[in-house]
């Protein structure tokens, strides 16, 4: 379930003195956050070089507490008496696995850490989200969710192992997270009986959002670790719009795209709340898209979704006006009598204002401020990553008087056809060119053929930053999510070792982002997934490492020993495509980067044609001994100054010459653009000419 969620690069102050003390911190790659600075779209350090961030979201399993995975029902409910420490690992475990990443190239941490983590009276919602006083607040009862379809949950599913893929999703549209997605973003709009202490519901829920993570905040600046480890915050993480925006409430908004299993309309949601009956319609993927392949009835049976009794073990006080049941009925949006909508644009417009309304600037635009201005009341210049719901544009941030600073873009993108197939096509679909506009038809949106499907994710990505320009700036982007599911094919690579599928999906997600030049951060790294659960959240298996049974002990005693670098590639998936080449610091700026896992061959072009670099300012290149063990096995061709390649901190190290300084620079068209290529000595697997093979 899915009424909120967050995810930052924030830490708890025990396991942030336990990074910032190990020697395998997340700085270890030589990254000097502390001076850190953004110049338009590149992010440089204190000597001017141009940094790169390589990252893995730490991690998925963060969700959901300790032994409380989303298929286990027990200790559900027990919202109230529920601790995330622990997450993401174990303090003792910390040093493997940071190690792990450290070896694997990655210089760059996006740490969840969930709302309901950080305010424990009542954690609840299935993982990803909100505590569960906010249900009670709202007057939801959860325990009537499954009931009423207020929400999908996988705890609840009758049978887990059965839970539909990537299902879960579909809660944004139902009751539960529709109402408090509203309520939170739009509540003085549109629930304005909703009173708690004096002050409309959106704002006390804002006010304790937004002062759980100042808290967190706060402890983080007293340990010290401000800047020099913790650079920044997400606002929030894949925010919803709820109900607002909704033309008309008889029928599936627009704007809801993604449509799986049963699919309520916005009043058969209340309805259902309520206990009336409904006929939903059933949604799923065919081959011209989403589309209707069924009807499914719906009885309560007189259940609702609201809670008959207020809670009173609260300290909040609500006013005589707040609703008891739905809240919508409450305010006129339709007759629970009568079961007729009253208002079918309800949500549709402004009401202050009667302009349609427009939830980034109305909506999202004030919490992304709001949020800001409380986490740098303590942290003065944490960069604020803004986060807009996946595929649609972000707020305008620059264009208002007090514009905010120190932005940074963070948006996600994935690859969705296989994400929710769970199958690596041979064919694929341009969706974001669909949604914007690009095509007249559908038809010419399907991309066919492997060369096809890697320009279109290129493609994709390359719109989603160009984007950012008029609205966020001119500042730098972080992918914030990207990733593949490892269980395609009904899991058969689990079963007889041969992961060709997810190699090529892999690649073809990195090898985009590289064409674009794009920072990211994977989803996701779990350290206690596995090949029957997953991710252990509603069904999900993206991480990059599922650890060996019964040999984690082991593992970590012999992380030591000459071989440890071995040791750590246990347990990594798809390490072909995943463990790529990367310029961690360039004495320039970056003009454009490849790497082929075939041939192993790795190209870096950049600029600087002002000065060479200094003896302790050069170019730092990740080369990963998965794929250039020796420095035999492979060669290195530049065309200007010199190179050394660091073995042991997998570090190729390039000092550019720009030439002389009275030669005529306007009659060389390449004058200061350097290039650098890594080249193996045999291509690893399937030889030349399998990237040319159709998916």
């Given at each position: 379930m899915l009424p909120f969620k967050h995810a930052n690069k924030d830490l708890s102050e025990e396991t942030l003195m336990k990074l910032s003390n190990s020697s395998t911190t997340i700085t270890t790659l030589a990254m000097d956050y502390e001076s850190l600075w953004l110049d338009g779209k590149w992010i440089k350090d204190s000597t001017d070089r141009t940094l790169m961030f390589r990252g893995v979201n730490l991690s998925g399993s963060s969700k959901c507490p300790p032994n409380i995975p989303s298929h286990e029902p027990q200790g559900f409910y027990d919202h109230r008496n529920v601790s995330f420490v622990g997450r993401p690992f174990p303090l003792e475990e910390a040093d493997q696995h940071l190690t792990?990443?450290?070896?694997?190239?990655?210089?760059?941490?996006?740490?969840?850490?969930?709302?309901?983590?950080?305010?424990?009276?009542?954690?609840?919602?299935?993982?990803?989200?909100?505590?569960?006083?906010?249900?009670?607040?709202?007057?939801?009862?959860?325990?009537?969710?499954?009931?009423?379809?207020?929400?999908?949950?996988?705890?609840?599913?009758?049978?887990?192992?059965?839970?539909?893929?990537?299902?879960?999703?579909?809660?944004?549209?139902?009751?539960?997270?529709?109402?408090?997605?509203?309520?939170?973003?739009?509540?003085?709009?549109?629930?304005?009986?909703?009173?708690?202490?004096?002050?409309?519901?959106?704002?006390?829920?804002?006010?304790?959002?937004?002062?759980?993570?100042?808290?967190?905040?706060?402890?983080?600046?007293?340990?010290?670790?401000?800047?020099?480890?913790?650079?920044?915050?997400?606002?929030?993480?894949?925010?919803?719009?709820?109900?607002?925006?909704?033309?008309?409430?008889?029928?599936?908004?627009?704007?809801?795209?993604?449509?799986?299993?049963?699919?309520?309309?916005?009043?058969?949601?209340?309805?259902?709340?309520?206990?009336?009956?409904?006929?939903?319609?059933?949604?799923?993927i065919t081959w011209y898209g989403f589309g209707v392949v069924g009807t499914e009835h719906i009885d309560p049976k007189g259940v609702t979704a609201w809670c008959e009794n207020e809670p009173n073990d609260y300290p909040w006080k609500k006013a005589p006006e707040f609703p008891k049941g739905c809240i919508w009925a409450a305010h006129g949006v339709w007759d629970k009598e009568t079961k007729t909508i009253l208002c079918p644009d309800y949500f549709a417009k402004n009401p202050h204002t009667g302009e349609p309304i427009n939830w980034s600037q109305d909506c999202y635009k004030p919490l992304v401020t709001r949020y800001a201005e409380c986490i740098r009341s303590v942290h003065q210049d944490a960069i604020m990553f803004v986060q807009p719901p996946i595929l649609e544009l972000p707020p305008d941030m620059i264009n208002s008087p007090n514009s905010l600073k120190r932005l940074m873009y963070s948006p996600h993108w994935y690859d969705g056809l296989t994400l929710t197939q769970k199958k690596f096509n041979w064919y694929n679909v341009d969706v974001l060119g669909i949604k914007r506009g690009k095509y007249r038809s559908h038809l010419n949106a399907i991309k066919i053929g492997n060369h096809a499907i890697r320009k279109n994710f290129s493609e994709q990505i390359g719109m989603t930053i160009s984007e950012q320009v008029n609205l966020v700036g001119d500042v730098p982007c972080v992918i914030g999510e990207i990733g593949i599911p490892y269980d395609l094919d009904n899991r058969k690579a689990?079963?007889?070792?041969?992961?060709?599928?997810?190699?090529?999906?892999?690649?073809?997600?990195?090898?985009?982002?590289?064409?674009?030049?794009?920072?990211?951060?994977?989803?996701?790294?779990?350290?206690?997934?596995?090949?029957?659960?997953?991710?252990?959240?509603?069904?999900?298996?993206?991480?990059?490492?599922?650890?060996?049974?019964?040999?984690?002990?082991?593992?970590?005693?012999?992380?030591?020993?000459?071989?440890?670098?071995?040791?750590?590639?246990?347990?990594?998936?798809?390490?072909?495509?995943?463990?790529?080449?990367?310029?961690?610091?360039?004495?320039?700026?970056?003009?454009?980067?490849?790497?082929?896992?075939?041939?192993?061959?790795?190209?870096?072009?950049?600029?600087?044609?002002?000065?060479?670099?200094?003896?302790?300012?050069?170019?730092?290149?990740?080369?990963?001994?998965?794929?250039?063990?020796?420095?035999?096995?492979?060669?290195?061709?530049?065309?200007?100054?010199y190179a050394d390649f660091e073995r042991d901190r997998q570090l190729l190290l390039y000092w550019h010459d720009i030439g002389d300084s009275s030669d005529d620079r306007s009659l060389n068209p390449n004058f200061g653009i350097h290039e650098i290529i890594v080249e193996f000595k045999k291509p690893l697997i399937g030889g030349e000419g399998m990237w040319d093979d159709c998916c």
């Open positions: 792990r990443l450290k070896h694997w190239g990655f210089n760059f941490l996006r740490f969840i850490v969930t709302w309901e983590a950080l305010e424990h009276q009542g954690p609840f919602s299935g993982g990803s989200g909100a505590p569960g006083w906010t249900f009670d607040l709202a007057g939801l009862d959860m325990k009537k969710f499954n009931a009423t379809d207020a929400a999908i949950v996988h705890n609840t599913y009758h049978n887990p192992k059965n839970f539909p893929k990537m299902v879960w999703s579909t809660n944004y549209y139902k009751l539960a997270s529709a109402t408090m997605f509203t309520l939170f973003y739009a509540g003085k709009l549109y629930a304005e009986k909703c009173i708690v202490d004096g002050v409309n519901i959106q704002d006390y829920l804002q006010s304790h959002y937004c002062d759980a993570y100042k808290t967190l905040a706060t402890k983080i600046c007293e340990a010290g670790l401000h800047d020099s480890l913790v650079i920044g915050y997400d606002s929030m993480n894949e925010p919803s719009w709820g109900f607002v925006g909704a033309k008309d409430l008889n029928h599936i908004p627009d704007h809801q795209e993604y449509r799986r299993g049963r699919t309520p309309t916005p009043f058969q949601a209340m309805l259902l709340g309520e206990g009336n009956a409904c006929t939903l319609q059933v949604w799923d689990y079963e007889d070792g041969d992961y060709t599928q997810q190699i090529k999906a892999m690649d073809a997600n990195l090898q985009a982002l590289e064409s674009n030049l794009a920072n990211y951060t994977l989803w996701t790294y779990v350290p206690d997934n596995n090949n029957e659960w997953g991710d252990q959240w509603n069904g999900e298996d993206l991480s990059i490492y599922s650890p060996p049974e019964n040999n984690l002990e082991k593992i970590h005693s012999m992380m030591s020993t000459p071989d440890s670098h071995q040791i750590l590639d246990i347990g990594g998936r798809a390490l072909e495509s995943l463990l790529r080449p990367f310029p961690i610091k360039t004495n320039g700026e970056p003009l454009s980067i490849s790497f082929d896992p075939y041939k192993k061959i790795f190209k870096y072009r950049f600029k600087n044609e002002k000065s060479n670099p200094e003896k302790s300012t050069p170019t730092e290149i990740y080369l990963p001994r998965f794929h250039y063990p020796e420095r035999d096995d492979f060669s290195i061709t530049f065309f200007s100054g």
